[in-house]
């Protein structure tokens, strides 16, 4: 896919720095990938890019092992755009001076545009807010090079050589803090280096739909379905592409949220009309889990049986070839890491789904270059409902990860219907969706309390909402004491079994999200 359309490379030189970048690219409509820093001048001859953009990165450009670029690529002569490192090596390459500083510079910075016809800042205000985080600076731009702009810190904030395309700003326009940053990169991408913005859904969908059809040719595929978002924008596209060529298997351990495996098969066998094999397999997985307290443990049971279940059914089938999967392009960057040695390491990647002795199928990566953003709105495109589409996370052990201790049928009534409400008033309430994630944990525990004129002894529920960015760190949401005691009066009131609801006040660090 990414060769036959036109892509801008991004150039690694600090991993984190780079997909952000990347994904602000595609923001603007136009393909962008990420490449290891020690890609060469031929290696981008061959991939013909249409701008290349060099990435912040964590290092000093004087630091021992800086990494460094094959400085032939600027003679290719592609449109460059340097961010921040990616500008002092720039400067460096191309015969200019990046002086050793003390001081650094770090957050908000009031940037002044010196060269009103640089086309980065056309149509910009002159003054304006950008964000910065650097020590080192350019002190002398190239031969060739105009400062197009200055802070009061940083003499040459940003510098261009339009004769030859390269641009380069050492502050962040991939950033939220620089608000007309996204402008400045449309800029470069529009203007300067020609690109229209035709990387749309529609366009994702019509290449991913015939790339899987040129692969798969009239072989059978097979997808494991659980309800989330990936595996479900999987299935679908597929379908598009494929139709009855495409079996799904959802493999239901039972350990879904109320009524979640009714809406899977719902979705997928009434309304797109997939041939859809709908596994029960609660009985099953329960009489594993019988008794296991150990929260790896129940993990560890519960990954192994899936598989051994999926693939029950998928060797049951005759003639299948494929088997598709919900890869996304941060697992084969992060999988991959950024030295050109990643070729290896994203092989194990794909080892990760575990075929049993004997058992082998190819793979099909349809999402292998989405982030997850837009795997939401290729679902959506595709008519996915949003509660699929915009499903928060949810852990593969499903609710025995949220029943502390063993877990049982009668807890997992109990916590399914607790849940169920939880998930109901939060959402009523949250309508922007600011809630990273939100869930109800059965402890192990019972406590007293009274209820009309008896005396109960019964089990607690814990609400847990946080917010989150992603997933790393997150806090507890600040959720107003109405919506708690609105929640906690319909858990009581509804749920048999519970006498007391507890709302959970810990951040990530040091608790984590989830109980287990
Ligand atoms: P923690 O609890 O570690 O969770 O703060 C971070 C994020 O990961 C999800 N999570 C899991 N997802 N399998 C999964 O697929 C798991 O075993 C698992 N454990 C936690 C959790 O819901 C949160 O979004």
Redesign the pocket.
């Known amino acids: 896919m990414a060769e036959s359309i036109p892509t801008v490379l991004v150039v690694d030189f600090g991993a984190q720095y780079a997909q952000l970048i990347a994904r602000r690219v595609r923001e603007c409509h136009v393909f962008s990938e990420i490449v290891p820093c020690d890609i060469t001048a031929a290696e981008v001859v061959r991939r013909a890019p249409a701008a290349l953009i060099l990435s912040g990165g964590p290092a000093s450009v004087y630091a021992e092992g800086a990494p460094k670029m094959d400085t032939g690529i600027y003679d290719l002569g592609i449109p460059i755009l340097g961010l921040c490192y990616g500008m002092q090596l720039m400067a460096i390459d191309l015969g200019g001076a990046v002086p050793k500083t003390d001081v650094g510079e770090y957050g908000f910075a009031q940037l002044t545009v010196t060269d009103e016809s640089c086309a980065l800042f056309d149509g910009l205000a002159v003054d304006q807010q950008v964000w910065m985080s650097h020590r080192d600076s350019v002190g002398t731009a190239p031969v060739g090079f105009t400062v197009a702009a200055t802070t009061p810190t940083t003499p040459v904030a940003a510098m261009a050589d339009p004769a030859r395309r390269l641009y380069a700003t050492q502050f962040h326009p991939e950033v939220a803090h620089t608000p007309a940053g996204l402008d400045m990169l449309k800029h470069f991408l529009y203007d300067v280096a020609g690109l229209a913005p035709t990387w749309t859904m529609v366009n994702i969908i019509d290449e991913a739909v015939d790339e899987i059809r040129a692969k798969v040719g009239d072989a059978k595929v097979i997808c494991g379905l659980s309800g989330g978002v990936d595996s479900s924008v999987v299935a679908a596209l597929l379908h598009r592409a494929i139709g009855d060529q495409l079996t799904c298997v959802f493999v239901d351990h039972g350990l879904l949220r109320l009524d979640e495996g009714a809406d899977v098969v719902r979705v997928f066998r009434d309304q797109f009309h997939v041939d859809l094999i709908h596994v029960n397999a609660e009985d099953r997985f329960l009489g594993l889990l019988d008794g296991v307290t150990d929260p790896e443990a129940k993990?560890h049971i519960i990954g192994e049986e899936f598989w051994k279940v999926f693939f029950e059914e998928a060797t049951r089938l005759e003639g299948v070839r494929f088997l598709a999967q919900g890869t996304l392009y941060p697992d084969i960057i992060e999988s991959g890491g950024r030295s050109s040695k990643a070729t290896a390491k994203i092989k194990s990647h794909h080892n990760l789904i575990p075929f049993p002795a004997g058992v082998h199928f190819e793979l099909v990566e349809p999402l292998r270059n989405l982030f997850k953003d837009e795997v939401r709105a290729v679902g959506s495109e595709l008519g996915l409902p949003d509660e699929i589409v915009h499903r928060q996370?949810?852990?593969?052990?499903g609710l025995a990860?949220r029943i502390i201790g063993a877990v049982s049928r009668e807890k997992l009534d109990i916590l399914q219907r607790a849940d169920a409400i939880v998930r109901e008033e939060i959402c009523r309430w949250d309508t922007d969706r600011e809630v990273w994630?939100y869930f109800a944990v059965l402890p192990d525990i019972r406590s007293v309390g009274v209820m009309g004129d008896e005396r109960t002894y019964a089990r607690p529920i814990i609400i847990r909402a946080v917010a989150s960015a992603d997933?790393m760190t997150?806090d507890w949401a600040r959720l107003p004491h109405e919506l708690l005691a609105l929640m906690s009066n319909r858990i009581i009131n509804e749920v048999d079994g519970v006498n007391r609801v507890a709302y959970d006040i810990t951040s990530?660090p040091p608790g984590?999200?989830?109980w287990e």
């Open positions: 993990r996370p949810f852990p593969g052990p990860v994630q997933a997150a990530k984590t999200i989830e």
